[in-house]
């Protein structure tokens, strides 16, 4: 999957593609981001420095560190949004961000959040990438008393993750 990388160095690009994947430990991939978010800076990879700030927020709201996550993916936001040119990233990064704003209840800036998500989704044919803005503009119109539209994005959600099995999409929006 394309990141949204305008990658300088082939070595820099192997080195965004090892920190995608996740692990263990967040601890180890703050370490890990931080390296990386250095190198790229050094090299002008505007893009992959955005990956790694969405990747540095993302550690940081596993390891329950929610401003450092905020001003992370703030940041990711702002990188991905004057690149102009990584719609899949900054679709990720702006996910991730709307997913803090609800863990800090702050439900009302998550739902444009969400709307621009979808609308990336939808451009990309991404299912996946759509079920989970629904949900999240579900979880937004519940909390603002909209209960038909929460309804609505939820099931549509639903059918959007549904899959032969059921897929982990799928458990995600029925435990809303």
């Known amino acids: 999957m394309h990141h949204g990388h305008d990658h300088v160095d082939p070595g820099l690009d192997q080195l965004a593609r090892v920190l995608a994947h996740h692990t263990e430990r967040p601890e180890q991939a ?30 940081s709201m596993d390891l329950g560190d929610d401003d450092a996550a905020e001003a992370y993916l703030a940041r990711s936001l702002a990188t991905y949004r004057a690149l102009g040119s990584a719609p899949l990233g900054l679709a990720q990064a702006l996910f991730w961000y709307g997913m803090l704003m609800l863990k800090r ?5 998550a739902e444009p959040l969400f709307t621009e998500v979808l609308a990336v989704a939808r451009t990309f044919g991404d299912r996946y990438g759509q079920a989970q803005a629904l949900r999240g503009l579900g979880i937004c119109h519940h909390h603002a008393g909209r209960y038909a539209q929460a309804r609505a994005a939820l099931t549509e959600a639903l059918r959007l993750a549904r899959q032969p099995r059921p897929s982990i999409v799928e458990s995600y929006v029925r435990r809303t």
Do not use: C, I, M, W
Request: hydrophobic share 35%.
């Open 30 to 59: 703050l370490e890990r981001y931080t390296t990386a978010l250095n190198a790229l800076g050094s090299a002008g990879d505007r893009g992959g420095v955005a990956f790694v700030l969405r990747g540095l927020g993302q550690a």
């Open 105 to 109: 209840k702050r439900h009302k800036p």
